[in-house]
């Protein structure tokens, strides 16, 4: 199979030296896998039997972390087919066609990891955690992500990317790049993936674990745009452009506002589950400071303190450790009943 790296062709309205041009052409050829032909070759039986093995305590926090990631991946595919799209054409961006080009292949992929994480649920575990349907047009979110900061985290995307496809100001564009290429998928959906990639240490889940080896390299293709137009951004303020100024103010501020909540997803999969799969909540924190001093500081050359980060998350940790998920968990659920029963009499 050959890559294309660099094009040999030549276009007139589109740039094919861009490197945006050149993630659209990976895209293509690398973000093709077929989730339905994944479905048929390697089947739902293997992950089926695993997880009828498991503990109460185990499914809980595979059904957790899971389902983080289906609400996530919903949340990017609507925002990335709407206000994404539209902020590529933003007259303060350079190659507008390029970077309008490769969002189709980024909306593409989100939707099909919604596609894949939707039927697994489904086929797999059991659809105690599904309320789509009190929510015909987007679904109501699981109870485990609406009870909790990770809920938080999408909301903010949600109004965020809606502002800078409004705006199409630089500042607000960056903001929303951030919280969407950075904080969700460079930070929350790697340290998910990182902790799914271990699931094989204690049950087996050929299904889920080959779909993520897919969904991972599609993710690095998202954060190098992610990065990329944050760098765009960052070097237009750095050359001194008015409009461009505060860009780099923004995406701190973005990542500060995110931390507390981002911290909650490695929480309520740890600790507060007594933490079956030893997932360890330490390791978690350390991976997540990791990824954030590579790219906030190594790769975008801004100044984050790593120890200030950390104070945020360990604030956070103690406002939570007083929480019984379970019983937040359970509320949200019991709410979300109530409104299925108005919503079946019609509210009478
Ligand atoms: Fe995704
Ligand atoms: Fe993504």
């Not at 575990?125 to 485990?144: E, F, Q, S, T």
């Not at 500042?171 to 998928?185: G, P, Q, S």
């Not at 790593?306 to 968990?329: A, C, H, P």
Request: some cysteine.
């Amino acid at each position: 199979m050959s890559q294309v790296l660099q094009s040999q062709y030549s276009g007139q309205r589109v740039d094919t030296g861009s490197k945006w041009y050149t993630l659209f052409q990976k895209g293509v050829e690398l973000g093709t896998w077929n989730v339905e032909k994944l479905f048929e070759e390697i089947g739902f039986e293997q992950d089926r039997e695993s997880w009828q093995r498991l503990s109460q305590n185990e499914r809980d926090q595979i059904r957790y972390l899971i389902s983080g990631f289906l609400d996530g991946e919903r949340e990017v595919a609507g925002d990335a087919a709407t206000n994404l799209q539209r902020i590529m054409g933003a007259p303060c961006l350079d190659g507008n066609t390029e970077k309008e080009m490769y969002m189709t292949m980024l909306t593409l992929t989100e939707h099909k990891h919604t596609q894949f994480l939707d039927v697994y649920m489904q086929e797999v575990m059991d659809d105690r955690d599904n309320y789509n349907d009190l929510d015909p047009r987007r679904g109501a979110r699981i109870p485990v992500v609406q009870a909790t900061g990770l809920g938080e985290v999408f909301e903010h995307q949600g109004l965020l990317t809606a502002k800078a496809a409004n705006t199409l100001d630089p500042v607000d564009i960056a903001k929303a790049a951030t919280n969407y290429h950075l904080n969700v998928e460079g930070i929350l959906a790697r340290v998910g993936a990182s902790a799914i990639s271990r699931f094989p240490e204690r049950a087996d889940f050929p299904l889920l674990n080959y779909a993520f080896k897919f969904v991972s390299t599609d993710e690095g293709r998202h954060i190098t745009h992610g990065i990329e137009l944050l760098k765009e951004l960052i070097e237009k303020e750095e050359a001194g452009d008015p409009q461009f100024q505060g860009v780099k103010q923004g995406i701190i501020e973005t990542l500060y506002q995110d931390v507390p909540y981002m911290a909650d997803f490695g929480y309520m999969f740890t600790d507060a589950l007594d933490d079956p799969l030893e997932l360890d909540f330490n390791e978690v924190l350390m991976r997540g400071g990791n990824l954030i001093d590579g790219m906030y500081n190594e790769t975008l050359g801004l100044d984050v303190d790593y120890m200030e980060v950390l104070n945020v998350v360990r604030d956070r940790y103690l406002e939570i450790n007083e929480w019984d998920i379970k019983q937040r968990v359970h509320e949200q659920e019991q709410h979300y009943q109530r409104k299925r029963g108005v919503a079946a009499d019609g509210g009478i």
